[in-house]
């Protein structure tokens, strides 16, 4: 692993610009500020695709990246394996003149990276800038108008800079052409110190005098005749341009990385990424759009190639387990499932994956949920599942098998896993981002009422009751009855059984009931028209009635 | 100074309990994760006083505070002077079930904090918790209801937990009364442990069991007698009151100092402490009030005596001129004006002031912008302040300036400045908390329209323009027109004389100007009642018409 600082980035950029262009795929991962910013937006198994992604931009468009892991893996020449390029980036929003991001922070999520001894200090002082593409613009215009510096918008110690043009001052007054005042920097103000800053507000300020920093970073400033200064204007003028450029690259930061991503349209793989592409499009690229459609096509048109791991390995649990007997989607448990001695010798010709020359880090010490770390187990876990998939079940291409295995060909045995991305807790579990998504498998929805009339039901109780059962949602319609979503089947069939003849409660498919309750609907059907009565009133006697 | 962190604050609460009981008064300051949530709510020299406080809750209501210090002044027994007890406090919000802060963090502001070392580290790991009525109310709920342990809140590893009861399972059908299970906590899972939790998810699932922690803090599963079971639930149950209770005391962490404040109701004292007060109401007690005069009320029970070194200083300008010759309202400038030499020898027997044993850091190491140490310049400004303001132009008293002066006698004369807080850049320059806000001593606004007829101002150039001559804010009118509030009369007064015959525009007072307007309005009033058109619009047709 490689960790990519705010004072690195700009010497490391051409190599991990290399690593991704030589690679055959790239792994990601990402750490982020929070994962809900309020409870009505938690994922629930009532969920229908368009409902989450309306949850989850809402979240995510309000809270920050604090990690990007990325890791390149190569082709290694001298091997039919593969050689991981992983790099490590702390991140924090840009902060300059009119770009001053706000972001949300969850307490739980700070508690949750506190756990895998996450260094904060070093994402704020060694972050790794970054901007969407509106961001960009309004600090480009607000560069190059010059409003940065026209005492609106910047948010600089507004009384340092008006000490040190004071000092300016008395020096200009009694100075003649041809005399030099220097600005030293001292201990003390070198953190309030901003070079480009100072020299652009001493030289509007004085119109007779002209900047340059000195050998020791010190900031001179001479008096020169009103020709000379426009001389040394014009000829600066070419200069400026080329540092507000320097200045816009390095806040740009990370977003560079992510534009030579979507350059290369590398294939892209990430464990259980939803949320991870949704952080990636709104702030490397542009804020999520308000339709799910219209984010789905747009993140394809970046990205045509996706895969997503926790939705593979899910459709592999007969495979692994005939293998090595064990099986988990968890991403570390994958890892070791994959790494593990029964699986690597379970197919001919298992491709090695070694980290890169200078990449070593993780090779002697484990970092879970450092998203580099994660990044890299997530790349390892796909070639291994890719050549699993390929040669395991099949006399196919055994002979290609003893040499390296083109990348193409294990794309094409991936395909029907291309696009489709593993959403945890809704009617779905996967998504397409390329077409319609896939109608649900989860079982009906079941209808939970009271048995004796009057009765009220206590939700949490009833969470109780059926939590272990398996995972379940609970949305009370009534006082008396409510809605339940079963994670799978065999949970929904446990339920049924379970409470079938409860004391309290009586359990119903919801179809079912529905079926039932049509003659009632139609008669207190004028009711609810003319009464105007909300939803939950009327449902509410419907179920008073039937009790 | 002494850092308070979670891990000591236990162990050191009484010593600050007995700090803030013996002090004169309590200094205090606090930094934040920002200082203003969006655009909207940056400061204005338009806003009155209830449009500042509107502005300020929406920011602080979604903003946190990093850290807070606190500076008790305990008159010092051998000498006429103040020992200074300071406590710099990390803090960061209560994470736990129901209560899982979302707050706003400004990149600005981290840039900020980073600027003076500050160690986001600490926060995290070492932070205080803090939770206001409100949120505690959720806690004490949901641990009293035990709702945090149904399956349907809780935040903690479930899959971790769902692998300790699996073991127990495991060993349970297997085992006979009198065996024990011990769960071992390991290196690797130490993070996800939580004993609580843990035993009270293994109790609740396996009816014929009893569970302890040993003394290596493992956890023991004894298997029991139904009777058995139930006389140690009934014993366990005193003793899980207490562990609820000391659950909910570490929660509420720095709330309890909170708590002693308000309840001593010591002098409190800050510099330009506007937003600490918002931040102490919001964050320790409960959410700011959408009506101003109810915060202020309701604040003025809670502290009933505030005062403001910021406010109080710019009332002082003439004194500390004459005395040293120099004047600032900066915190550092203005503690080391008041500690000067000269300051010193101005006023006979000027209290000392020390920092008491144990509390000695601040004596050789300067932190700017860490609370404690703000806090601690705040209290030694005051000290001083006091003393010069009692005892410099008077002769009253002259013999007790020779022994210590009692702080009532202080007090009294620092009544005027009582419960008046600075306010920055608005309307008035403080507000008054226990009766009505003064009237604006700004000057009145300038109007500000261009001479040729059809041409448009440039907000952008006009601030740069006017700028010069000191704090002002500009808001556009018309395309046209644009309202300016100077900062002071002498900043309006060289506007008004500097744009005098300006080739571009002309610069009016805003009485003048509505004066000279009014017939024109009168006619123009048809228009705008019968065409319901916007107010800009019609102001737009009435600058046109005017230039």
Redesign the interface.
């Known amino acids: 692993m490689c960790e990519v600082l705010r004072s690195s980035f700009e010497a490391l950029f051409p190599s991990i610009e290399k690593a991704i262009k030589q690679a055959d795929f790239v792994a990601i991962d990402t750490e982020f500020?929070?994962l809900v910013?309020?409870g009505q937006n938690r994922p629930s198994l009532f969920d229908t695709s368009e409902e989450r992604y309306r949850k989850l931009r809402n979240s995510v468009t309000h809270l920050?990246v604090r990690q990007f892991g990325l890791s390149a893996f190569i082709k290694d020449k001298n091997s039919s394996g593969y050689e991981a390029h992983t790099y490590n980036f702390p991140l924090?929003?840009?902060?300059f003149g009119p770009v001053?991001?706000?972001?949300?922070?969850?307490?739980?999520s700070?508690?949750f990276?506190?756990?895998?001894n996450?260094?904060?200090?070093k994402?704020?002082?060694e972050g790794v800038p970054f901007l969407n593409d509106v961001q960009e613009r309004l600090l480009c215009q607000s560069i190059d108008?010059g409003?940065l510096f026209?005492?609106?918008e910047r948010?600089f110690d507004e009384?340092f800079i008006q000490s040190v043009c004071s000092t300016v001052a008395q020096w200009y007054v009694s100075s003649t052409v041809g005399q030099t005042l220097t600005l030293h920097k001292t201990h003390a103000d070198a953190?309030?110190w901003n070079d480009f800053v100072i020299q652009t507000e001493v030289r509007k300020?004085f119109p007779e005098v002209w900047t340059m920093t000195d050998s020791f970073q010190n900031i001179a400033v001479m008096k020169v005749t009103p020709e000379r200064r426009s001389e040394l204007e014009e000829k600066a003028k070419v200069d400026r341009e080329e540092e507000q450029e320097k200045l816009k690259q390095s806040l740009l930061g990370f977003t560079r990385v992510f534009r030579v991503l979507r350059e290369y349209q590398k294939p892209l793989v990430g464990h259980n990424m939803l949320m991870d592409l949704l952080f990636l499009y709104d702030k490397f690229f542009q804020p999520l759009p308000a339709d799910y459609n219209t984010f789905k096509r747009n993140l394809h048109d970046l990205f045509p190639r996706i895969y997503d791991t926790k939705h593979i390995s899910f459709s592999m649990r007969k495979m692994l387990e005939a293998i090595t007997g064990t099986f988990s989607t968890?991403l570390v448990q994958l890892y070791r499932i994959l790494d593990s001695e029964r699986a690597t010798i379970s197919t001919r010709f298992m491709p090695k994956v070694t980290h890169a020359k200078g990449f070593e880090r993780y090779k002697s010490q484990d970092a879970p949920h450092e998203a580099g770390f994660d990044a890299f187990l997530c790349g390892y876990a796909f070639v291994r599942i890719c050549h699993l998939l390929r040669f395991r079940d099949s006399t196919l291409d055994r002979g290609r098998a003893s040499s390296a295995c083109p990348f193409n060909m294990y794309l094409a045995t991936m395909a029907p896993f291309c696009n489709r991305i593993n959403i945890i807790r809704a009617t779905i579990n996967h998504i397409k981002l390329d077409g319609k998504d896939p109608p649900s498998l989860r079982p009906e929805k079941l209808i939970v009422r009271c048995r004796k009339r009057g009765r009220r039901l206590n939700i949490?109780q009833l969470?109780?009751w059926l939590?272990?059962y398996g995972t379940v949602d609970v949305r009370l319609l009534t006082p008396q009855s409510a809605l339940v979503a079963a994670g799978n089947f065999s949970c929904a069939k446990a339920i049924m059984a379970a409470f079938k003849g409860h004391q309290h409660i009586l359990v119903t498919k919801y179809r079912f009931w529905k079926h039932s309750q049509t003659a009632k609907i139609i008669l207190w059907g004028g009711l609810l028209v003319s009464g105007g009565v909300c939803a939950w009133a009327v449902l509410s006697i419907l179920k008073n009635s039937d009790s």
């Open positions: 500020t929070g910013t309020d920050s924090i929003p840009a902060s001053d991001s706000c972001y949300i922070v969850q307490a739980s700070t508690e990276l506190c756990r895998f996450f260094d904060f200090n994402c704020a002082y108008s409003a026209s005492g609106l948010q009384s953190k309030l300020r968890n949490q969470a109780e939590s272990p």
